[in-house]
C-alpha cells in the first residue's frame, strides 16, 4: 500500500508569492492534517479535513489556507509568503475511525523563501 | 497553558545501554500518548501508541509507560544501536485520536556512540 505523498519535496519562493502544496493520503484515509515544523517551535498543527470539511484548525492567520477534494486528496495554500514561513511542511493521513490510531505521515515540502 | 516538555539536549547513550527518553505534560488529559520517531529531512514514523488505562506497552526492544497521576511518559530503547539514533517526539491526543487530535512535544535528539 502506497504511503502518504507530498509534492514537491522542496521549493523556494519569494516574499509576497503564493504557494500550493499537495497531499495524496493513504488509500482509504479520509483524514488528512497539515502540520508546520520549524527548528523553534517544533511541530505545529495547522489544519485538519475529513471528507472534504475542515475539521479543526491551528493557531495560524488566514494566510494559510486549505481544501480537500472527493478523493481525499489536499492542499494547502500560503498566500503572501513572509520569510518566517520557511519550514517543513508535513502531512499526516490517518484511518477511517480517526480515532485512537495512528498518523501517517509523508516526507514533507521543503519550503524556503527568500 | 497547555505544555509538552521533552529534553531539550541531545541524549548521549554508549551502544547496548538502555536509552529513556521523557516526556512530561501539564494541563492535558490526553486519552492517548504516541511516540514517533524523526530523521533528519523526513516526516514522522509511528512507534508506539498508549491509552489513559493502559500503564505499559512494549514493542520488541521499545517500551513506553503512562503515568497520568505524574503527567509523564517514559521510552526505553534496549539493547541500544547507533542506528536508533534520531529525533524522537512525543505527541498527545486529548481529543479522541487520529492525526487532527495530536499535540507534538519538540522531540528529543538521541544519540547513540558505538
Known amino acids: 500500500k502506497a504511503g502518504v505523498t507530498q509534492t514537491p519535496r522542496y521549493l523556494i519562493k519569494t516574499r509576497g508569492q503564493q504557494v500550493t502544496l499537495s497531499c495524496s493520503p493513504i488509500?482509504?484515509?479520509?483524514?488528512v492534517s497539515w502540520y508546520q515544523q520549524t527548528p523553534g517551535q517544533g511541530l505545529q498543527f495547522l489544519f485538519e479535513?475529513?471528507?472534504?470539511?475542515?475539521?479543526n484548525k491551528g493557531n495560524f492567520p488566514g494566510r494559510f489556507s486549505g481544501r480537500q477534494f472527493s478523493n481525499s486528496r489536499s492542499e494547502m495554500n500560503v498566500s503572501t509568503l513572509e520569510l518566517g514561513d520557511s519550514a517543513l511542511y508535513l502531512c499526516?493521513?490517518?484511518?477511517?475511525?480517526?480515532?485512537?490510531?495512528?498518523?501517517?505521515f509523508g516526507q514533507g515540502t521543503r519550503l524556503t523563501v527568500v | 497553558s497547555q505544555k509538552i516538555e521533552q529534553n531539550s539536549e541531545a541524549l548521549n547513550i554508549q551502544e547496548g545501554k538502555t536509552a529513556t527518553l521523557t516526556c512530561n505534560y501539564t494541563?492535558?488529559?490526553?486519552?492517548?500518548l504516541q511516540w514517533y520517531r524523526q530523521d533528519p529531512g523526513r516526516g514522522p514514523v509511528f512507534l508506539l501508541l498508549?491509552?489513559?488505562?493502559?500503564k505499559e506497552k512494549r514493542k520488541e526492544r521499545l517500551k513506553v509507560t503512562f503515568d497520568t497521576t505524574l503527567k509523564q511518559s517514559l521510552f526505553h530503547i534496549t539493547a541500544s544501536q547507533p542506528a536508533d539514533s534520531a529525533t524522537y517526539l512525543c505527541?498527545?491526543?486529548?481529543?479522541?485520536?487520529?492525526?487532527?487530535?495530536?499535540?507534538f512535544g519538540k522531540g528529543t535528539h538521541l544519540i547513540i556512540q558505538p
Open positions: 498508549i491509552r489513559e488505562n493502559e
Open positions: 505527541a498527545l491526543d486529548d481529543s479522541g485520536g487520529g492525526a487532527d487530535g495530536l499535540t
Open positions: 488509500s482509504g484515509h479520509r483524514s
Open positions: 494541563n492535558y488529559s490526553p486519552a492517548y
Open positions: 479535513y475529513f471528507s472534504e470539511t475542515q475539521r
Open positions: 499526516a493521513s490517518s484511518a477511517p475511525q480517526g480515532r485512537g490510531t495512528e498518523a501517517f
